[in-house]
Nanobody, 127 residues
């Protein structure tokens, strides 16, 4: 059974940094793109970033230049390094797995395209 588990969330002041990790098990890691989403209170879930099977990276405009996604295939982990955090980055962050190819020059995949989800982890940025 596939499992995704997020870690690394917490409370940080504006301007600070956090690194989220998404640990995966029960899947052939190289067959999947991994994405990060977030959901703020009262708002819809939005895509933040995605790393394709080949390691190409994609970002929402709101986080470009501040967030970096990377993966460590040998340990089945995807990281989301978040720098220069803002209060509007607050929310529950989810990682998700999408089996298949993602065009790195296209839009971020939408939530319905992902097959498996983690349970989510809280990130709170105070002003």
């Amino acid at each position: 059974e596939m499992q995704l588990v997020e870690s690394g969330g917490g409370l940080v002041q504006a301007g600070g940094s956090l690194r989220l990790a998404c640990g995966a098990s029960g899947l052939t890691f190289e067959d999947y793109a991994i994405g990060w989403f977030r959901q703020a209170p009262g708002k819809e879930r939005e895509g933040v970033s995605c790393i394709t099977r080949d390691g190409d990276t994609m970002y929402a405009d709101s986080v470009k230049g501040r967030f970096t996604i990377s993966k460590y295939d040998a340990k089945f982990v995807v990281y989301l390094q978040m720098n220069s955090l803002k209060p509007e980055d607050t929310g529950i962050y989810y990682c998700a797995a999408l089996r298949g190819e993602v065009a790195p020059d296209g839009p971020l995949p939408l939530s319905y395209q992902y097959h498996n989800w983690g349970q989510g982890i809280q990130v709170t940025v105070s002003s």
